[in-house]
C-alpha cells in the first residue's frame, strides 16, 4: 500500500529518527556499561561506529539496485519461484526447531511446567483465569493432550505449528500490505531469527495470539486492497471493514493489544488511489466518517458478542465482566527511562541492537518516493505497540515483548521494500474498472494509387517489404506527393521587332520657337 506523502508525513518521519536513535543508543550504552566500559568517548566510539556500517550498506544496496538491468521474470515463474522460496522457508523454519526440541524440554522452566499441569487430561477443569487468551490456550492445549496424550513435547510441537501458521499468514498480510519484498524478508526473520526460534519452543499464549491478530492484519489487507481500487464505498469494502471490527473486537476482548490495529485504518484517509483522475473528480466521494461508523459498529458487536458468551457461560453480569476486564487491562504505572533502557538484557538486546540498526536503513529510504510512502503507517503500529507496554497495560499471563518485536520486524520489511525500490521497475496496477468509452465516429477512407510494394525508408536506401500470406495488401499514398506545376513569371513584348535605325522618336525644335497660335 502507497499512501500520499504531506506534512504530517515529514512529522512522523522525524518521530522516527528520534525513536529509533534512542532506543539504539540506549541499549548501546546500557549494554556496554554492563561489560565495564565507563569511559564517555570510548561508549560514544563504540555506540556511533555501527553507524558508517549502516551507511555503507545502504550505499551498496543501492548501487546494486542501480545496476538491475535484467529484464523481469515472466509472473509465472515469479509467482512458482515465490511458492518455493516460502516453502523452503517455512521447511527450514521447523527443521531448526524440531532439531531444538529436545533441548527445550530439558531446559523448561516454571512456566511450561505450569501450563502442561493446567491443561494435562486429568479429569480436573480448566483452571480459570482472569484473562480470556489464557484460559483460550489452555482449552488448546488440552485439546491436543485429548488427541496425543500427556506428552510434555506436545506442547511444544502445538506452539511450532501455531507459530509456522502464523508466519505464513502475517505473510500474505503483509505482502498486500506492504509488498512482496516486504513480506519475504519478514518470513526469513520469522522462520530463521533466534527470537522467533526460542518463542516457538516456550508454552505461552503470545503465539496463538499472534496467529489470530495475523488473520484480522490480513482481513485489514483485504480492506485496502479493495479501497485502493475502488472509486467509493461498496459493499465488498463496508463488508470487509465491518469484519476488520468484528475481528479487533475479539482480539480486544481476549487482551487489550488488539485495540492497536485499529491504528492501521486511520490511515485509509490518506491512501493513494491506484484509479483514473476521472474517477476522482466524478465518483462519489465517500465520508471518513462513514469508514469510521462502520468500524466502530463491527468492533463494539465483536467485543460485545463475546462479553455476553463470557456472562452466560459464568453466570455473571456483565457490569462484572466489564469490571474484570478493565481492572486487568487497565494501565499499572509507566516505566521509567531506566527501566525502559534495560528492560532487555542479554542475547535478547543485542537481537534487538541488530534490528534497531537494519531499520536505521528506512530513514534515508523515505526520500527515495517523492509522492508517496509505505513506511510512517507502520511507524505509528510500532508506536502504538511500544506505548502498551511502557504504561504496563501488559499481564504476566501475555506479554507483549513477542508482538512488539513482529511490529519492529514489520517496520523493518517496509523499510527493506523501499530500499529496493526501482523507478523503471514498478509492479504494474491492478485493473480498474472503467466507464465504456464514446463511440468513435467511424472514418471516411480516401482512395488513394494502388502500390504493391511497401516502402520503407532507411537513411540512404529504400528497402520494399512484400505482403506475406494471409496479409491484406495496405494501399499507401504516393511518395513523393504529385506537386503542381511550377507558376513562371509573365513578360510584357511586342509582336514585331523595330529595326535599330527606325528607333528615333525625338523631332528637333528650335529654341525660339514658343509654340505661340498665328
Given at each position: 500500500m502507497a499512501f500520499v506523502k504531506n506534512k504530517f508525513s515529514y512529522v512522523l518521519w522525524a518521530c522516527y529518527i528520534v525513536l529509533i536513535g534512542f532506543a539504539y543508543f540506549g541499549l548501546t550504552v546500557s549494554?556496554?556499561?554492563?561489560?565495564?566500559?565507563?569511559?564517555?568517548?570510548?561508549?560514544?566510539?563504540?555506540?556511533?561506529?555501527?553507524?558508517?556500517?549502516?551507511?555503507?550498506?545502504?550505499a551498496l544496496i543501492r548501487w546494486c539496485v542501480g545496476r538491475y538491468t535484467a529484464a523481469r521474470p515472466p509472473v509465472q515463474a515469479s509467482a512458482a519461484f515465490e511458492a518455493i522460496a516460502v516453502g523452503v522457508l517455512l521447511v527450514t523454519g521447523v527443521v531448526i526447531r524440531a532439531l531444538m526440541l529436545n533441548a527445550a524440554a530439558a531446559l523448561a522452566v516454571y512456566r511450561d511446567i505450569c501450563y502442561f499441569e493446567g491443561a494435562k487430561v486429568t479429569g480436573q477443569a480448566i483452571p480459570l483465569t482472569a484473562q480470556s487468551m489464557e484460559y483460550f490456550y489452555y482449552c488448546l492445549l488440552r485439546g491436543v493432550f485429548y488427541v496425543v496424550g500427556n506428552h510434555f513435547t506436545a506442547g511444544f510441537i502445538l506452539q511450532i505449528v501455531l507459530q509456522t501458521i502464523s508466519s505464513l499468514i502475517w505473510y500474505f498480510a503483509l505482502k498486500k500490505l506492504i509488498g512482496r519484498i516486504g513480506a519475504f524478508f519478514f518470513l526469513i526473520t520469522a522462520t530463521v531469527f533466534p527470537f522467533f526460534v526460542n518463542a516457538g519452543l516456550q508454552y505461552s499464549p503470545e503465539v496463538l495470539y499472534a496467529l489470530l491478530y495475523g488473520l484480522v492484519l490480513l482481513l485489514i489487507g483485504f480492506y485496502y486492497e479493495k479501497e485502493r481500487e475502488s472509486a467509493s464505498l461498496k459493499w465488498q469494502n463496508a463488508l470487509l471493514l465491518f469484519a476488520s471490527g468484528l475481528g479487533i473486537g475479539f482480539l480486544t476482548y481476549l487482551d487489550a493489544i488488539g485495540l492497536s490495529l485499529i491504528s492501521l485504518l486511520v490511515f485509509v484517509k490518506f491512501l493513494k488511489k491506484n484509479r483514473p483522475d476521472w474517477l476522482d473528480e466524478n465518483g462519489e466521494k465517500e465520508s471518513f466518517a462513514l469508514h469510521v461508523l462502520l468500524l466502530a459498529l463491527g468492533y463494539f458487536a465483536g467485543k460485545g458478542l463475546f462479553m455476553m458468551i463470557d456472562v452466560w457461560q459464568n453466570h455473571s453480569s456483565l457490569q462484572r465482566i466489564m469490571g474484570a476486564w478493565?481492572?486487568?487491562?487497565?494501565?499499572?504505572?509507566?516505566?521509567?527511562?531506566?527501566?525502559?533502557?534495560?528492560?532487555?538484557?542479554?542475547?535478547?538486546?543485542?537481537?534487538?541492537?541488530?534490528?534497531?540498526?537494519?531499520?536505521?536503513?528506512?530513514?534515508?529510504?523515505?526520500?527515495?518516493?517523492?509522492?508517496?510512502?509505505?513506511?510512517?503507517?507502520?511507524?505509528?503500529?510500532?508506536?502504538?505497540?511500544?506505548?502498551?507496554c511502557f504504561f504496563k497495560v501488559e499481564t504476566p499471563a501475555m506479554g507483549y515483548g513477542y508482538l512488539l518485536f513482529h511490529a519492529l520486524v514489520v517496520l523493518l520489511a517496509a523499510g527493506m521494500q523501499n530500499l529496493f525500490y526501482m523507478p523503471g521497475v514498478e509492479q504494474a496496477p491492478a485493473p480498474v474498472k472503467t466507464q465504456a468509452p464514446a463511440p468513435v465516429k467511424p472514418q471516411i477512407s480516401v482512395p488513394v494509387k494502388k502500390q504493391t510494394p511497401d516502402r520503407v525508408s532507411n537513411g540512404s536506401t529504400d528497402r520494399y517489404r512484400q505482403p506475406e500470406n494471409g496479409e491484406k495488401e495496405i494501399k499507401y499514398i504516393e511518395n513523393p506527393l504529385p506537386l503542381p506545376k511550377k507558376h513562371e513569371k509573365k513578360s510584357m513584348g511586342y509582336k514585331f521587332e523595330v529595326p535599330p535605325e527606325k528607333m528615333k522618336y525625338d523631332i528637333q525644335v528650335s529654341d525660339a520657337d514658343d509654340f505661340d497660335l498665328k
Open positions: 549494554g556496554l556499561q554492563s561489560l565495564s566500559i565507563t569511559d564517555k568517548s570510548a561508549l560514544i566510539c563504540i555506540s556511533c561506529l555501527p553507524l558508517f556500517l549502516v551507511a555503507g550498506l545502504f478493565v481492572e486487568t487491562f487497565g494501565p499499572k504505572g509507566s516505566m521509567s527511562l531506566y527501566e525502559l533502557s534495560t528492560s532487555v538484557t542479554g542475547k535478547d538486546a543485542l537481537w534487538v541492537i541488530i534490528v534497531l540498526l537494519l531499520l536505521m536503513l528506512g530513514i534515508p529510504s523515505f526520500f527515495l518516493k517523492k509522492e508517496s510512502e509505505n513506511q510512517l503507517i507502520w511507524v505509528v503500529f510500532a508506536a502504538v505497540i511500544a506505548l502498551f
